[in-house]
Every structure is written in structure tokens, then in C-alpha cells.
């Protein structure tokens, strides 16, 4: 089936840093990719859709200038989280549809700043 | 009010239990619907789409009514693999067609 590739699993940063997290779809070209965040003990909440060649599409409440989406290519999308702060410590999650259908996830960053 | 609302659990079910999950939709104009399969620490996995029609795999059967706005997930003869938090997925197409999830249910099963 499809892959989904996400890099880096894990990673620990400053406070005021950004990180950059690549989500790549390793055999299917995705137009569209997805970013979600989670918490723990809470469910997968969508941050904003990454559009092929486009600007991204962030949901109510998402700041675009702190979470700044690139997909430059039709197999690349990255979240660059700038500033970050510890309360932006969670699990980032991106994903990609290969068919109408069904979509596969990367394996998620967990992201934490100190 | 969310607008994919599940029972958040835990559900601690013996091995061989049969055991329900239920999730309820807001949005009537949602299009297609599924369960995902969440390990601790791991990405979603799809365990199955879900038919009003009704749809089963092996253990699994998925329901959903339209009418009522509810999904539901039955798991037959529970395996200690099947620990994990179901998340119940709905999607209101278009051109995005993004997935909008459940808070899941944890379910744990016990030898």
C-alpha cells in the first residue's frame, strides 16, 4: 500500500527555536496533504491542508505565521513550527490520499520543546 | 459540541468478549465514514471503511445509519491485539475531502 514517510520521529528544542518536520508520500504523487496535531488523550485535530504549488489552508484557530506549510512538490510537504514555545509540544501528524478513499498517515513527530 | 463524538472509555473487555463502539456525526452533509485504529504513540491505521449498507471483515462489522447520524463498530471474540484507541472518521468531501476524527475510544483487553 501507500507510504506516508515523516522525518524526524521525535526531536527536542529550545524554546524560541523552529523546527522543520518533512512529511513525504514515497509512491504516489499527493496534491493534497494533511497536518494534524494531537495531544495526549485527545484526538487528531487538522491544523491545515497543504495544497501542491498553493497556499496552505489553515483551520479557524490555526496561526499561519507560527506554523508555516511549504509543499513544493507533488511528494513533499514540510511544517516549519517557528518560535516555538512549550505549550507546542504534542504529536504532529501529517497525512496523504493516494485514492478518494483512504488515507495513510506519516508516523507522527513528537515534538518537545523545553 | 464536537462534531464526531465518541465514547472516550476505557472499555476493559476479558479475551473473547464481544464488545461495541459507538460514535455519532453533526454535520448530516458528511459524505464518507470510516474507523481508524490508534496504537499508543503510533499513527492512525484504517481498520475499515464504513457502508450504509453495513460492511464486516472477519471480526469486524461496521454499521452506519444516515437517519440517525450514528456509526458503530462491533468487535467479535476480542483479542489482546486489539487493544488500542478507535477513532471514528468522517469526511465531507469536496475537493480537500479532509478528515474530521473522533476523540476515539480506548479499549483495553485483558487476558
Given at each position: 500500500?501507500?507510504?506516508?514517510?515523516?522525518?524526524?520521529?521525535?526531536?527536542?528544542?529550545?524554546?524560541?527555536?523552529?523546527?522543520?518536520?518533512?512529511?513525504?508520500?514515497?509512491?504516489?504523487?499527493?496534491?493534497?496533504?494533511?497536518?494534524?496535531?494531537?495531544?495526549?488523550?485527545?484526538?487528531?485535530?487538522?491544523?491545515?491542508?497543504?495544497?501542491?504549488?498553493?497556499k496552505a489552508t489553515y483551520e479557524q484557530g490555526v496561526e499561519k505565521d507560527k506554523f508555516l506549510i511549504n509543499h513544493a512538490s507533488l511528494t513533499l510537504s514540510t511544517l516549519?513550527?517557528?518560535?516555538?514555545?512549550?505549550?507546542?509540544?504534542?504529536?504532529?501528524?501529517?497525512?496523504?490520499?493516494?485514492?478518494?478513499?483512504?488515507?495513510?498517515?506519516?508516523?507522527?513527530?513528537?515534538?518537545?520543546?523545553? | 459540541?464536537?462534531?464526531?463524538?465518541?465514547?472516550?472509555?476505557?472499555?476493559?473487555?476479558?479475551?473473547?468478549?464481544?464488545?461495541?463502539?459507538?460514535?455519532?456525526?453533526?454535520?448530516?452533509?458528511?459524505?464518507?465514514?470510516?474507523?481508524?485504529?490508534?496504537?499508543?504513540?503510533?499513527?492512525?491505521?484504517?481498520?475499515?471503511?464504513?457502508?450504509?449498507?453495513?460492511?464486516?471483515?472477519?471480526?469486524?462489522?461496521?454499521?452506519?445509519?444516515?437517519?440517525?447520524?450514528?456509526?458503530?463498530?462491533?468487535?467479535?471474540?476480542?483479542?489482546?491485539?486489539?487493544?488500542?484507541?478507535?477513532?471514528?472518521?468522517?469526511?465531507?468531501?469536496?475537493?480537500?475531502?479532509?478528515?474530521?476524527?473522533?476523540?476515539?475510544?480506548?479499549?483495553?483487553?485483558?487476558?
Amino acid at each position: 500500500g501507500a507510504v506516508v514517510s515523516q522525518h524526524p520521529s521525535w526531536v527536542i528544542c529550545k524554546s524560541g527555536t523552529s523546527v522543520k518536520i518533512e512529511c513525504r508520500s514515497l509512491d504516489f504523487q499527493a496534491t493534497t496533504m494533511f497536518w494534524y496535531r494531537q495531544f495526549p488523550k485527545q484526538s487528531l485535530m487538522l491544523m491545515a491542508t497543504s495544497n501542491e504549488g498553493s497556499k496552505a489552508t489553515y483551520e479557524q484557530g490555526v496561526e499561519k505565521d507560527k506554523f508555516l506549510i511549504n509543499h513544493a512538490s507533488l511528494t513533499l510537504s514540510t511544517l516549519t513550527v517557528t518560535s516555538a514555545h512549550p505549550e507546542d509540544s504534542s504529536f504532529y501528524i501529517c497525512s496523504a490520499r493516494d485514492t478518494p478513499r483512504e488515507a495513510f498517515f506519516g508516523q507522527g513527530t513528537r515534538l518537545t520543546v523545553v | 459540541r464536537k462534531e464526531v463524538e465518541q465514547d472516550p472509555g476505557p472499555f476493559n473487555v476479558p479475551e473473547g468478549a464481544t464488545v461495541a463502539f459507538n460514535c455519532t456525526y453533526s454535520n448530516s452533509a458528511s459524505q464518507s465514514f470510516f474507523w481508524y485504529r490508534q496504537d499508543c504513540r503510533k499513527e492512525p491505521k484504517l481498520l475499515m471503511s464504513v457502508y450504509s449498507s453495513g460492511n464486516e471483515d472477519g471480526r469486524f462489522t461496521a454499521q452506519l445509519n444516515r437517519a440517525s447520524q450514528y456509526i458503530s463498530l462491533l468487535i467479535r471474540d476480542s483479542k489482546l491485539s486489539d487493544s488500542a484507541t478507535y477513532l471514528c472518521v468522517v469526511t465531507h468531501g469536496g475537493a480537500t475531502n479532509k478528515l474530521i476524527f473522533g476523540t476515539g475510544t480506548l479499549l483495553a483487553v485483558q487476558p
